[in-house]
Nanobody, 121 residues
Framework: QVQLVESGGGLVQPGGSLRLSCAASGSIGSINDMNWYRQAPGKQRELVATITRGGSTNYADSVKGRFTISRDNTKNTVYLHMNRLKPEDTAVYYC???????????????WGQGTQVTVSS
């Protein structure tokens, strides 16, 4: 079994910063892409940022220049550093990872349970 556990969400004022973490554990052989998604009330889940195992990154236009995704492969952990937060960044943030299990041939995507980020004064 593979688990992804997010942490670091909370309430922050506009212009503030937060760092989200997502740690993967379980029967992990290797992790390919790691991603952050978010879902605001009444909206579809959207991809926020992606990082490959080699460290290449990609961002949604709405967060470019404000958010930074990074990962520590030794800890099977991905981070999302969020700066200059806006009220429209309010959402539940989900971690997602493409994981190949130990002894597995193929990889599958797994999801975390989500962490709430609220940007409000």
């Amino acid at each position: 079994q593979v688990q992804l556990v997010e942490s670091g969400g909370g309430l922050v004022q506009p212009g503030g910063s937060l760092r989200l973490s997502c740690a993967a554990s379980g029967s992990i052989g290797s992790i390919n892409d790691m991603n952050w998604y978010r879902q605001a009330p009444g909206k579809q889940r959207e991809l926020v940022a992606t990082i490959t195992r080699g460290g290449s990154t990609n961002y949604a236009d709405s967060v470019k220049g404000r958010f930074t995704i990074s990962r520590d492969n030794t800890k099977n952990t991905v981070y999302l550093h969020m700066n200059r937060l806006k009220p429209e960044d309010t959402a539940v943030y989900y971690c997602n990872a493409d994981v190949r299990k130990i002894w597995g041939t193929y990889s599958s995507y797994y999801w975390g349970q989500g962490t709430q980020v609220t940007v409000s004064s």
